[in-house]
Every structure is written in C-alpha cells, then in structure tokens.
C-alpha cells in the first residue's frame, strides 16, 4: 500500500484554499483567529460553547465574556487556531448553539482590541529604578506596593502585554494574571435622527 494517496485535482484545490498539507512534507497552515460571539445571558451559555470547543478537540487560547449595551446579551472574545477547514468548523458550530444570536469571525477585518495584565514582580533597591522606567514606558499603572514586591496593571494588544512580561522577566517576575483579548470591529456609525450630523 503506498505511503500516500494520490488526490484528484479538486482535492488537492480544496486542501490548498483550506490550508491544508498536499505533499507529505508540506505544513499545515495553521493561523490564530478573534471570534466574537454575541449569545443570550442565560446559566450555561458558557459551559455550551466550552464543551463545543473541548467535545470536538479544537483549541481556545484565551475566552473573555461580558453583559452588552444590552443585559440579556453577552459577548464572548475566543481566540483559537487553526486552518480554514477548522476554523469555517468551529464557526458553523457556534452558530448552531442554542443560546447563539450571532458569530463573526474578525480575523480579516479592520478590528480594535485590547488585554488587561496585572504583573506582580519583586523589587529591591537595585533594581526598581529599572522596573520602573520600563513601566513608564509602556505606560502602565502601579497599582499595589509592599515593601519587597510592586504589581502593575497595563492594558493593550497582547502584543504588547507579551513584550511587557519579557522584559520584566530578568527581575523576578511573582505572578501574572491576564484578562484575554477583548475585541470589537471597527465600523462607521452614522448619526441617528436625534445626534449629531
């Protein structure tokens, strides 16, 4: 039996468009997508969709959930990976949850989103000057202090958080506490008969 199937040429387009491997030492394509789901703020709503994520194997890196404008609405942030096939997967899943009102998939669109880190790291005369300085560069904010350890709060793309928590790390770094990405795409709101034009 031979090492690999051979694939007609509508597979082998399928699995391209999916990100999919056709030659046995092609890599997947894997990417990390922002999903926002809005779903009714009812007991369980979360549960749902975490036994969906964790029934069918698919990865969540981080999951931040919270009321709307509207107090029977949540919105839940889920970053995951995966190729197309997955993620299109993942996405028809969501949608078919019972508390689901809607899913969108921001990965591709002009998007706004932010993550709250409290970092806790012990100091001493040495060394918080320099800890210091480095909060003041990424403008974050000390919002507890003991005589040996100061904890810091700082909001911003993960990209950023994660560039925090490296250079913290030459001092000893006690505890990190991160929120998970919260995310809401960009659009234009026009103004409403009552507001300003």
Known sequence: MPDTLILTPQQIIRKKAAGEPVEPNEEELIHQHTITVLVENTIGALIRVVNMFSARGFNIESIAVGETEDPSVSRMNIITTGNDRIIAQILRQLTRLIDTIEVEDLTNEDFVERELCL?????NAQTRAEIMDVNTIFRGQVVD?????????????SSKIDAFIN??????????ARSGHVAMKRNH?????????
Do not use: S, W
């Open 167 to 176: 250079m913290m790390r030459p001092h000893e770094i006690v505890e990190v």
């Open 119 to 123: 970092l806790k790291v012990r100091y």
């Open 145 to 157: 202090i003991t005589p040996y350890a100061m904890t810091f709060e700082l909001t911003g793309p």
């Open 189 to 197: 709101v026009t103004a409403t008969a009552g507001g300003r034009g």
